[in-house]
């Protein structure tokens, strides 16, 4: 379900003075709006943020130790097999690929697990929720992704809630990088790929329609170059 966008000329604006108030870099005037005026937006269907984190959570249980057969064995279990990317394939299954990237991951699933309402909060000035691992599926246990999504009960946000919150990470990823090119000392305890991947998070389940939007992108197809 799709709702009108707010007009994203205030929302920039809001973004702007909030990156202004952490002491930050501001994005230039020139800067791109995320969605245009008379623009609709929604989420991913729930479903869909809850395949995305639990794939997630594999990748990131292979990064710290998790075997590939118990890898595989879950996501067959779980029907989730199709759903995992060609880079996370080979590193799940192989060990091939960036370690340190897949790590990084953490941040982005505590953004999926905000949006489907299972943590309190998204401040970028903090790192996840300390309660994290507890709103994931339970790997160690052998918790089905079934099970678990019973047990989670999801309460998705709002999708303008998601879309101003997506609008402030993305000024926030170009302030954080203009940052720590120039020496500016950062506002919180985590750091420019943090922010970078819970933009990523957001960008992928955050859907604009309007004339100047493409369809939905694949999770390895977000654009982050902006």
């Given at each position: 379900m799709t709702?009108?966008?707010?007009?994203p000329?205030?929302v920039?604006?809001?973004?702007?003075?909030?990156?202004?108030?952490?002491g930050?870099?501001?994005?230039?005037?020139?800067?791109?709006l995320?969605w245009?005026p008379g623009?609709?937006?929604?989420l991913?269907?729930?479903?869909?943020?809850e395949a995305?984190?639990a794939?997630l959570?594999?990748?990131?249980?292979?990064c710290?130790?998790m075997?590939?057969e118990?890898?595989?064995?879950?996501l067959l279990?779980?029907?989730?097999?199709e759903?995992?990317t060609?880079p996370e394939?080979?590193?799940?299954?192989g060990g091939?690929?960036?370690h340190?990237?897949?790590?990084?991951?953490y941040d982005a699933?505590f953004?999926?697990?905000?949006?489907?309402?299972?943590?309190?909060?998204l401040?970028?000035?903090?790192?996840?929720?300390?309660?994290l691992m507890?709103a994931?599926?339970d790997?160690s246990t052998?918790?089905?992704?079934?099970a678990?999504?019973?047990?989670?009960?999801?309460a998705?946000?709002?999708?303008?809630?998601?879309?101003v919150?997506?609008d402030?990470?993305?000024?926030l990823?170009?302030a954080?990088?203009?940052?720590?090119r120039?020496?500016?000392?950062l506002p919180?305890?985590?750091?420019?790929n943090?922010i970078?991947?819970r933009?990523w998070?957001?960008?992928?389940?955050v859907?604009?329609h309007?004339?100047y939007?493409?369809p939905?992108?694949g999770?390895?197809?977000?654009?982050l170059?902006?």
């Open positions: 709702v009108p966008a707010p007009d000329r205030p920039r604006l809001a973004s702007v003075e909030e990156v202004r108030r952490l930050l870099p501001v994005p230039p005037p020139q800067f791109p995320v245009e623009d609709e937006v929604g991913r269907s729930t479903g869909e943020i995305r984190t794939v959570q594999v990748v990131l249980a292979r710290f130790g075997a590939p118990d890898a595989m064995s879950w279990g779980s029907r989730l097999v759903l995992v060609p394939w080979q590193y799940v299954m091939h690929g960036d340190r990237s897949f790590v990084l991951h699933v953004a999926l697990t905000w949006l489907l309402g299972l943590t309190k909060h401040d970028p000035l903090t790192p996840p929720d300390e309660r507890d994931l599926p790997l052998g918790e089905t992704f079934t678990w999504r019973s047990r989670t009960l999801a998705p946000r709002d999708a303008v809630e998601a879309a919150l997506l402030l990470y993305y000024c990823d170009w954080y990088l203009e940052a720590e120039t020496g500016v000392p919180g305890e985590i750091d420019a943090a970078g991947q933009r998070a957001l960008e992928w389940a859907v604009f309007g004339p939007h493409d939905p992108p999770w390895e197809e977000v654009d170059s902006t």
